[in-house]
């Protein structure tokens, strides 16, 4: 450990090396009895280093601790000091910068205590190859800025709700409004809050977020000095009862006529003061007209949209004429989308943060190679199921993900530079992880690595509405972030939210059929984004269906499912 470095980290105004210059320039005569002064107090500094490093305790310094001993460079770095050990047990430090503001995505001048995860996630992920768009930064502060005019507390909220209580719309609001409602599945709702939030970049729209049961307790205020939390007294409070035959959706207003959606209709005098927009994945065929370029200019004039989903809608957006120059330049590299805007929005509340940080240090931190396996199991009755074991060591180890095992039981002697790998496994079963653990146990590895197998939580089955059920859930797709290489399962936004925050391709397992493991068993996707389930396959112009999979080059049929559609990084056939 570099001793110096850390003295000239820490901010003592009166530390030893202050009092020796000070010393120096106003009594150079008393230079030498300083000298004889510091001299225990370094032996004996020097001899609780050597305690401190026969007992172990630097050789596994946690990323917080090093956060500490770096402190902040400048507006957006850390520097991590970090000591490695050699083979002759010899040790060398290595200064690591770290952007804490991710190439600017973040926004500076949070109260770093409120959120630990906003600033510090970076000492625990690698960087992210894909650098956010100056455009998209740009439209990011404006929004900010957008946020703290027309949010909760706010003069203009306050007349916005005034006239959303009056029933009718205005020619021109001030602040427009998406309110989006809490719904479904946490990983759901991570996806569909994100595609809200695109939605409302797009639009110039506030974005407010039913807190439902959990959101606070699970994220954190993405946006500086503004809430985009509901207020409780907000006067449309019948969410519970919203759905596909709701009288106030879009959908139903355009087929009882109750509104236009033709170029020259649907005066501003004419149209209500909220719509409901029912994206769920149950939603009709007037409902879907959402992705229509018509319908968008409706909407345009409709101050308040609550809107509910359990998809990814971003793909379609990408369909609408009306953006297309807008979402080109916010996200030049097309299969970034998810990428970037969840991790300027889902930071993890402390209390989420604890849940990650002391697994990741406990069992990760110390593996020179993570892998995450991400197991979601659709068959009905009690697992494990051998054929989706099979599927799980049929990937990894065609994939080279893992290593085999020595069939013989031979004894394989480690040498101290065989690489050891972490496996952070995710499911609601503990059966794959324990069969998958005994078998490197019990087993030696062919290229002799050292193979861990570690799974937080086994709650059995889905618990949508518990807290803590929600939180274990947050802090696994976090986890699983974090790793190097990555496997998930078809048909599971779980592994989506992980992928996309990771920004990683991961081996995706395809769903088994007749309880028989798929062959190949999984194939590596074609980018990072999330796939969406039930997107429109309509025409808006021509008014009739068409495949929604080849009229662009960058959105494309999801490897997972062959109808719903991707974002991939792709401007030409």
């Not at 149209?271 to 029912?278: I, N, S």
């Not at 995710?426 to 794959?432: A, D, K």
Request: overall charge negative.
């Amino acid at each position: 450990m570099d001793m110096k470095r850390i003295r000239r980290h820490q901010s003592s105004p009166a530390g030893p090396s202050d009092l020796e210059s000070n010393g120096a320039s106003r009594h150079g005569a008393e230079k030498r009895p300083a000298s004889r002064f510091l001299r225990p107090v370094m032996i004996l500094l020097a001899c609780l280093m050597l305690l401190l490093v026969a007992s172990g305790a630097f050789r596994s310094l946690s990323l917080d601790r090093l956060r500490r001993v770096g402190g902040v460079q400048g507006m957006g770095e850390f520097e991590v000091i970090a000591r490695q050990g050699s083979e002759n047990g010899s040790s060398a430090s290595s200064s690591i910068r770290k952007d804490k503001l991710l190439g600017g995505l973040l926004a500076a001048g949070f109260d770093e205590e409120s959120c630990l995860s906003r600033y510090q996630a970076v000492l625990y992920r690698k960087e992210s190859p894909h650098l956010p768009s100056p455009y998209l930064l740009e439209r990011l502060r404006k929004h900010e800025v957008l946020q703290r005019k027309c949010g909760p507390n706010t003069e203009l909220y306050n007349k916005a709700v005034e006239q959303l209580k009056s029933g009718q719309s205005i020619e021109t609001a001030e602040c427009n409004y998406v309110v989006w409602i809490s719904y479904s599945g946490l990983g759901n709702r991570v996806l569909t809050l994100a595609s809200a939030f695109l939605y409302a970049l797009l639009t110039n729209r506030v974005l407010l977020i039913d807190r439902g049961a959990d959101m606070a307790d699970l994220f954190c205020e993405p946006f500086p000095e503004s809430s985009w939390l509901l207020p409780l007294d907000f006067p449309v409070n019948q969410f519970n009862s919203f759905d596909i035959k709701a009288p106030q959706s879009y959908g139903n207003m355009l087929e009882k006529k109750v509104i236009s959606n033709s170029v020259d209709g649907g005066s501003t005098g004419s149209l209500p003061a909220y719509v409901y927009l029912h994206l769920d994945h149950d939603y009709g065929d007037f409902d879907k007209l959402f992705f229509c370029e018509d319908d968008q200019r409706v909407l345009q004039k409709i101050p308040w949209l609550v809107l509910k989903s359990d998809n990814y809608f971003v793909p379609s957006l990408f369909l609408i004429p009306t953006y297309e120059e807008e979402l080109h330049q916010l996200f030049p590299e097309k299969d970034t989308v998810f990428h970037h805007l969840g991790r300027y929005l889902f930071h993890p509340t402390n209390t989420v943060w604890g849940l990650i940080t002391r697994y990741y240090q406990s069992y990760l931190a110390k593996a020179e190679e993570k892998v995450g396996i991400q197991v979601r199991v659709f068959d009905t009755g009690p697992g494990p199921f051998q054929h989706v074991l099979d599927q799980i060591l049929g990937c990894s180890l065609k994939e080279k993900l893992l290593p085999d095992i020595s069939a013989a039981h031979e004894s394989v002697v480690s040498s101290p530079t065989v690489r050891s790998k972490a496996v952070l496994m995710t499911s609601l079963n503990s059966g794959y992880y324990e069969k998958i653990r005994n078998m490197y146990w019990e087993n030696p590895t062919v290229t002799g690595e050292i193979i861990s197998v570690y799974q937080p939580s086994h709650e059995e089955y889905q618990q949508t509405g518990k807290q803590m059920h929600n939180m274990k859930a947050w802090a696994e797709m976090y986890l699983l972030s974090l790793s190097d290489v990555l496997v998930t399962s078809a048909w599971s936004t779980f592994g989506y939210v992980a992928q996309g925050l990771g920004g990683l391709k991961p081996w995706i397992m395809f769903k088994p059929e007749n309880e028989t493991a798929p062959d190949p068993p999984c194939h590596r996707v074609m980018s990072m984004e999330p796939c969406f389930h039930a997107p429109p396959f309509y025409d808006c112009k021509a008014k009739r269906g068409v495949d929604t999979g080849a009229l662009v080059p960058h959105v494309k049929h999801c490897e997972d499912m062959s109808w719903g559609l991707k974002l991939v990084d792709q401007d030409e056939w």
